[in-house]
T-cell receptor, first 112, second 116 residues
Framework: SQELEQSPQSLIVQEGKNLTINCTSSKTLYGLYWYKQKYGEGLIFLMMLQKGGEEKSHEKITAKLDEKKQQSSLHITASQPSHAGIYLCGAVYTGANSKLTFGKGITLSVRP | NAGVTQTPKFQVLKTGQSMTLQCAQDMNHNSMYWYRQDPGMGLRLIYYSASEGTTDKGEVPNGYNVSRLNKREFSLRLESAAPSQTSVYFC???????????????FGDGTRLSIL
């Protein structure tokens, strides 16, 4: 079963609108990464969250990790065409053999 | 600053052919990784190298081999390519194993591999 679920699978928004996407883990997280991928390119690091309740912002993108450290949301304010792409979350869990595991990604399209 | 460089960017192979995907990083990172990305499957770890001289299997290692040639270079080899290995392959590197808050994994631009 998938340990890390991202929702929705895809999203189309009008330019200027706000949006929120989610990443949910079946286990308590040690850390949660958010990456963005433009079509045909590699992954670009956005931010990492580790503490329960932590919130980080980068330009118009804000990511939060819930207190239980099992769910993260990523919010984009006043979306722009440059925000379009695939957003992936990656999770690291506690334990000696824990590896970085990625979700399947959310495809965001922004209509001008 | 090049970061993580992957070659080639595109490749078409016939079933049964072999090839090596090259990856080099110039950030003096200790750890390096190979992932494959498939529609609906997300990013899956093939092999990783925690440090120079070590390699370990990831989630989907069958059909692949790797070599950590030195601290900079980590290659991925397909000995006998199969259509199921058609994918986009990404190499990544990080200072610490799996990355950290201030030093996450850095990714190359990918190699798009088609096997006919």
């Amino acid at each position: 079963s998938q340990e890390l679920e991202q929702s929705p699978q895809s999203l189309i928004v009008q330019e200027g609108k706000n949006l929120t996407i989610n990443c949910t883990s079946s286990k308590t997280l040690y850390g949660l990464y958010w990456y963005k991928q433009k079509y045909g390119e590699g992954l670009i690091f956005l931010m990492m969250l580790q503490k329960g309740g932590e919130e980080k912002s980068h330009e118009k993108i804000t990511a939060k990790l819930d207190e239980k450290k099992q769910q993260s949301s990523l919010h984009i304010t006043a979306s722009q065409p440059s925000h379009a792409g695939i957003y992936l979350c990656g999770a690291v869990y506690t334990g000696a053999n824990s590896k970085l595991t990625f979700g399947k990604g959310i495809t965001l399209s922004v209509r001008p | 600053n090049a970061g993580v460089t992957q070659t080639p960017k595109f490749q078409v192979l016939k079933t049964g052919q072999s090839m090596t995907l090259q990856c080099a990083q110039d950030m003096n990172h200790n750890s390096m990784y190979w992932y494959r990305q498939d529609p609906g499957m997300g990013l899956r770890l093939i092999y990783y190298s925690a440090s120079e001289g070590t390699t370990d299997k990831g989630e989907v290692p069958n059909g692949y081999n790797v070599s950590r040639l030195n601290k900079r270079e980590f290659s991925l080899r397909l000995e006998s390519a199969a259509p199921s290995q058609t994918s986009v392959y990404f190499c990544a590197s990080s200072e610490a194993l799996w990355g950290s808050r201030n030093q996450p994994q850095h990714f190359g631009d990918g190699t798009r591999l088609s096997i006919l």
